[in-house]
C-alpha cells in the first residue's frame, strides 16, 4: 500500500499563488510517477499536471499551462505543484496521484485509470 498526504491547499485572492505538496510512503517503489488531478463541484475529476521520476517528462492541462509548474523531492518522496496566477475557475478540490513502476523518463499520463494510488484531497479556493 502506498498512502499520499497532500498539504499546501487555501483560500487565496485571484491572481495570488500556492504551492500544493504531496508525501508519499508506505510501499513506494523504486521508481514512480505522480499526478495532480482537481474536482470541482458538479463536475468530473480532471487532469492538471504529471511527472515523472527524473522531473525531465511533464504534462499539463491546457487550462494551467503556463501557470502552474511541477516538482519533486524524490529523497523526500515528495512532489510539488506550484500554482501561479490563479484564475477562480481554478477552485477545486486537488489531488494527488501515484504510479509505481514505470521507466524513469515516461511521460506520465493524463489519465485517471492509469494511476494506483490517490491522496485524500486538499480544498483550493481563489476569490475574484
Known amino acids: 500500500q502506498v498512502q499520499l498526504v497532500e498539504s499546501g491547499g487555501g483560500l487565496v485572492q485571484a491572481g495570488g499563488s500556492l504551492r500544493l505538496s504531496c508525501a508519499a510512503s508506505?510501499?513506494?517503489?523504486?521508481?514512480?510517477?505522480m499526478g495532480w488531478f482537481r474536482q470541482a463541484p458538479g463536475k468530473e475529476r480532471e487532469f492538471v499536471a504529471a511527472?515523472?521520476?527524473?522531473?525531465?517528462?511533464?504534462r499539463s492541462a491546457d487550462s494551467v499551462k503556463g501557470r502552474f509548474t511541477c516538482s519533486r523531492d524524490n529523497a523526500k518522496n515528495t512532489v510539488y505543484l506550484q500554482m501561479n496566477n490563479l484564475k477562480p475557475e481554478d477552485t477545486a478540490v486537488y489531488y494527488c496521484?501515484?504510479?509505481?513502476?514505470?521507466?524513469?523518463?515516461?511521460?506520465?499520463?493524463?489519465?485517471?485509470?492509469?494511476?494506483?494510488?490517490w491522496g485524500q484531497g486538499t480544498q483550493v479556493t481563489v476569490s475574484s
Open positions: 496521484a501515484y504510479r509505481g513502476r514505470v521507466d524513469l523518463f515516461a511521460v506520465p499520463s493524463d489519465m485517471r485509470t492509469w494511476y494506483n494510488y
Open positions: 508506505g510501499r513506494t517503489k523504486s521508481t514512480y510517477a
Open positions: 511527472i515523472s521520476w527524473s522531473g525531465g517528462s511533464q
